[in-house]
Structures are given as C-alpha cells and as structure tokens.
C-alpha cells in the first residue's frame, strides 16, 4: 500500500495565487522528491530535498521537510496556467525503495 | 538534465502476446532503473528494481514471469509483458538513477508506455 498520502487531492486556484501541496509519510527516509506530471505523460523531476535538510528553493518553488511530524510541503508561488499538472510527492529510504504518495490535481484558472 | 527515453510510446495488442517496453539513459549511465506502472488518475506504483548484470527485484505481487525485466547495459533495460490480458492495461512507466550515491541520487523518468490489450 502507499505510505504516501497527499493532500489536497485536488486544488484549483486563480493564476498569481499562490499553491500549497503537503505530503505525509510513515517510516523512516533518506530523501523526498517532489515530481510532476502532465495528463498522459511521464514525470518531471521537480525538487529533492534529504532528510537533514528542512528547506529549499528553486525558482518559484518552495519545499519544507518535518522529520519529526513525517510530512513535506511544495509551495508553488506566483502560479501561472502552465503549472497546471499533478503533482507527486515520493519517499526514498537507505535502501534506495521508493514509494509514491497519491498526488494532487492542480488547476490554475487563467 | 538527464534524459530518459521509452519506446514504444503507445502499443496495442492483441490478448496472449507478448510487449517489449524498452527505457533509455540518453545522456548517461545507470546502474539502477526502476519500473512503475500506473493506473489512470493514481499514482505510481513500483514493480520492480533492475539492476544492471543483475536479477531484478521485484515487489510483492508482481509477477516475475509475468513482467521480464532485463537490464543487459549500462543505458538499457527492457520490460516485457508476456501473454499480456486486459487487465495488463496501463501506463508504464521507467526511471533510472543517475549517479553512484545509491537512494540519495535523483530519478530521472520516461515518458511512460500506454499499453492497451484488447
């Protein structure tokens, strides 16, 4: 069963507004990476953050990590229609197992 | 960034045949590449770990004669779905790691196979 779950599992917003995903796990990780992916199509690497790691950035994105309460967060700030996608969060442990949370739809309305 | 090629990108297929799905490091070498197939509008979920000169390993309730996986270079490895039934119906989907510092390296995916069994 997946260990990751997301929510919300959808969220639509105004273009500029700001987008907000969080992730929860259950065991222990080496690392969380924020993916995404069009309808239909493979995913894009978007962000890893380690687990001695609590934030990073790149670009408009934001990604918080909380070891203690097991959950991460992608802040997509200044969101645009083209960021419209689905958005995944996966866990990897020691042993190089990844497992994928569940996803969140974002729309961006125009 | 590193780039990760699937061929077919669409197949269709006549029940009891078998599918090769092959995946591609473009740009570089990958030990270690991973196989997901996804059902529409879920998320992934992991078949099965390939490494390269090796057995791959699968996850529980994936059938290993059912999903031969074969990772015979360093930028290859192939999934084949033998006697492929309906239910076999999904997106397939491959990633390789890139780099040598095992589960800290990024995955980098294909752009997935859309298998469709009549």
């Known amino acids: 069963s997946q260990q990751g779950e997301e929510d919300p599992q959808a969220l639509s917003i105004q273009e500029g507004e700001n987008a907000t995903m969080n992730c929860s796990y259950k065991t222990s990780i080496n690392n969380l990476q924020w993916y995404r992916q069009n309808s239909g199509r493979g995913l894009v690497h978007l962000i890893l953050?380690?687990?001695?790691?609590r934030e990073k950035h790149s670009g408009r994105l934001r990604v918080t990590l909380d070891t203690s309460k097991k959950s991460s967060s992608l802040l997509i700030t200044a969101s645009r229609a083209a960021d419209t996608a689905s958005y995944f969060c996966a866990t990897f442990t020691n042993a190089g197992k990844s497992t994928f949370g569940d996803g969140t739809t974002l729309t961006v309305k125009p | 960034g590193a780039v990760v090629s699937q061929h077919p990108s669409r197949v269709i297929c006549k029940s009891g045949t078998s599918v090769k799905i092959e995946c591609r490091s473009l740009?570089?070498?990958?030990?270690?590449m991973f196989w997901y197939r996804q059902f529409p509008k879920q998320s992934l979920m992991l078949m099965a770990t390939s490494n390269e000169g090796s057995k791959a390993t699968y996850e529980q309730g994936v059938e290993k004669d059912k999903f031969l996986i074969n990772h015979a270079s360093l930028t290859l490895s192939t999934l084949t779905v033998t006697s492929a039934h309906p239910e076999d119906s999904s997106f397939y989907i491959c990633?390789?790691?890139?780099?040598?510092?095992?589960?800290?390296?990024?995955?980098?995916f294909g752009p997935g196979t859309r298998l469709t069994v009549l």
């Open positions: 990633s390789a790691l890139a780099g040598t510092s095992g589960s800290t390296d990024t995955q980098y």
């Open positions: 953050i380690r687990s001695n790691e």
């Open positions: 740009d570089f070498q990958a030990t270690t």
